[in-house]
């Protein structure tokens, strides 16, 4: 009778006490706000050059994400050569039981929580079988609508679920009371509560969480997104990285917005430079992209359509020859979540050299992952 007379008390006190979730000085719950959207492209992937498309698609930032390419080569497959890591440090950190983030502090600091650093390492045969490329990356999300962190209607909605939940809870208690008399130990008595709940109730905490939240997945996955990003890549003679020498500095900028629910459009322009040495000669490249993707599809399958624009310029030995060119890339692609945490991304398509009246065929493909949904950060 005591043990049942505490948890009514307690949760009245509870109910009492359970703020509007949206209001500023609610905790941001980020284990709820996680959700898996497409692994976004990583800057340290991008610099590497492992592919003709510049863009770097906008994200909702992941606390961890990961990307592997290139599984063939000499007609067989083999391990990844390309394979970047993205972190993004404050949200582990604040993913701590110990630390309780302020709705309003989120917001304040939301571009510099965004923050994510990614490395990236390719096995190159361009030059020996085993140079090696090392890159590391830096972005930012300056604008970002479809983060559940903040976004205070979502909040209400489980703020909403947990009231309801605790008012269900305390009118079962009343209900089990009046039809079980106290004449066994309340430890069994709670084992018979236990079973007299589940039978009444037809959705739990985490279904209806759940349901909303792919709810939310299915709205938002084309939210207007807005990225900023850099990265530095370096070359080594030898597969242990050992020695870096400067090869690419890149930095990007992209906007993704809405087209109605079925798509979204991203606009990005990109800055690479990069130091080669071709037949005895330094070559400083010069690349100028700018590049429109539309997607159509939902958040776990989507079609997309590329178009890119590159003005390249070459300069060998300390600018004493140009070179400058016009490249037009077109590709078409797609990706789809295979699993919870497990994407496959690729396209194909046509590149246009127009100053060297050159043509080629294009493709990529690769796997992305990211920490499951239902594992708790």
């Known amino acids: 009778m005591i043990k049942t007379v505490t948890l009514i008390i307690a949760l009245s006190a509870y109910l ?3 703020p509007v979730i949206a209001q500023n000085d609610s905790v941001v719950p980020t284990n709820l706000g996680k959700l898996n959207f497409a692994v976004p ?10 592919e003709p498309s510049t863009i770097l698609r906008p994200s909702t930032p992941m606390a961890l994400a990961a990307t592997a390419s290139q599984f063939y080569g000499n007609g067989n497959g083999v391990l990844p050569r390309n394979i970047a890591i993205e972190v993004a440090p404050l949200i582990l950190i604040d993913a701590s039981p110990n630390r309780r983030l302020k709705l309003e502090q989120y917001l304040k600091r939301r571009v510099f929580h965004s923050m994510r650093v990614s490395i990236g390492t390719l096995t190159d045969s361009s030059t020996t079988p085993y140079s090696s490329k090392l890159a590391v990356g830096l972005r930012f999300s300056l604008i970002d609508k479809g983060d559940l962190r903040y976004d205070r209607n979502f909040l209400q909605e489980v703020a909403n679920i947990l009231r309801e939940d605790a008012l269900a809870e305390s009118a079962l208690r009343t209900e089990f009371n009046q039809t079980h008399p106290l004449t066994v130990d309340l430890d069994d008595r709670e084992k018979l509560f236990k079973e007299f709940r589940e039978a009444k109730q037809t959705d739990t905490i985490e279904k209806k969480i759940n349901a909303i939240k792919e709810d939310y997945k299915r709205k938002n996955w084309n939210k207007q997104k807005l990225d900023f990003a850099l990265a530095w890549a370096g070359r080594s003679s030898d597969s242990l990285v ?3 020498n400067f090869h690419r500095i890149s930095g990007w900028l992209t906007l993704a917005l809405p087209v109605k629910q079925w798509g979204q459009f991203l606009v990005g322009i990109n800055y690479d430079n990069s130091h080669n040495t071709v037949e005895m000669k330094e070559e400083v490249l010069s690349r100028y992209n700018l590049a429109l993707r539309l997607y159509a599809g939902t958040n776990r399958f989507k079609g997309y359509l590329e178009s890119q624009y590159s003005r390249v310029n070459r300069k060998f030995n300390l600018g004493v020859s140009t070179i400058e060119s016009n490249d037009f890339y077109l590709h078409l692609g797609g ?10 991304q690729g396209y194909a398509g046509y590149q246009r050299n127009f100053s060297a009246g050159l043509s080629a065929f294009t493709g990529h493909l690769d796997l992305r992952f990211t920490i499951p949904e239902k594992i708790k950060l």
Request: aromatic content about 12%; proline content about 4%; charged content about 20%.
């Open 16 to 18: 009492t006490a359970l």
């Open 41 to 50: 492209d990583m800057p340290a992937f991008k610099a590497l050059g492992s």
């Open 335 to 344: 990706e789809y979540g295979i699993l919870d945490g497990i994407w496959i």
């Open 242 to 244: 050992k020695n870096l």
